[in-house]
């Protein structure tokens, strides 16, 4: 069965600082990515997601990812990171083609101290 | 559009006790889905439907029904409720059948069982 690790289950990070939150998946065949991010009090929303093409793919607040299919690697990254950032971070996964079924990762925590 | 609602946002229960929790989309969907988020172990799917009529069962099923008879509504059912019920429920639901499709999620509802 297909499983999302997230490594980092807590950050801390002081404003400005560079973030990379990695996450892996195990599938081997065609998969869908997603990063959702989870702010206090609030429902999940869509980061960014990949599909196919350019490995690297652009999301919304100057967040990006990189798919590395020889890593089965999915990792977040922002250059400089804002205490409004302060969130929880989810790396999901749909794999196959006849199933809509996200599977996510444990989560990311990440305080960015002001 | 008011996106994905659902109620109730909070409820206590007793064990034993049986509810529903109520999730509706007005975005025309076709496919929808159940989770459950616990501290450290990010969300588990319980149940989805692909379509009225269809349901199928995620990875955490037991304890939980689920029924689709119209494309908006999609309630989740507790029979008979227990401790380890105590999770934050989230409904999520997206255009076609997931695979290429970003799940737009609900607000949530915080369940407690005692």
């Known amino acids: 069965a297909q499983s999302v690790s997230q490594h980092n289950h807590h950050v801390i990070l002081s404003e400005a600082a560079s973030l990379e939150l990695g996450c892996n998946y195990s599938y081997g065949g065609t998969v869908n990515l997603f990063w959702y991010v989870q702010y206090p009090g609030q429902h999940l929303q869509l980061l960014l997601k990949?599909?196919?093409?350019?490995?690297l793919v652009k999301g919304i607040k100057g967040f990006e990812a990189e798919f590395i299919k020889s890593k089965f690697s999915f990792n977040l990254r922002k250059p400089s990171v804002q205490w409004s950032d302060t969130a929880e971070y989810f790396c999901?996964?749909?794999?196959?083609?006849?199933?809509?079924?996200?599977?996510f990762g444990q989560g990311t925590t990440l305080q960015v101290k002001p | 559009n008011a996106g994905v609602t659902q109620t109730p946002k909070f409820q206590v229960l007793k064990t034993g006790q049986s509810m529903t929790l109520q999730c509706a989309q007005d975005?025309?969907?076709?496919?929808m889905s159940w989770y459950r988020q616990d501290p450290g172990m990010g969300l588990r799917l319980i149940h989805y439907?692909?379509?009225?009529?269809?349901?199928d069962q995620g990875e955490v099923p037991n304890g939980y029904n689920v029924s689709r008879s119209t494309t908006e509504d999609f309630p989740l059912r507790l029979l008979s409720a227990a401790p380890s019920q105590t999770s934050v429920y989230f409904c999520?639901?997206?255009?076609?059948?997931?695979?290429?499709?970003?799940?737009?999620f609900g607000p949530g509802t915080r369940l407690t069982v005692l």
């Open positions: 999901a996964v749909t794999a196959g083609r006849n199933t809509g079924k996200l599977i």
């Open positions: 999520a639901s997206s255009l076609g059948q997931g695979w290429v499709n970003e799940q737009f």
């Open positions: 990949y599909f196919s093409g350019d490995p």
């Open positions: 975005m025309n969907h076709e496919y």
């Open positions: 439907s692909v379509g009225a009529g269809i349901t």
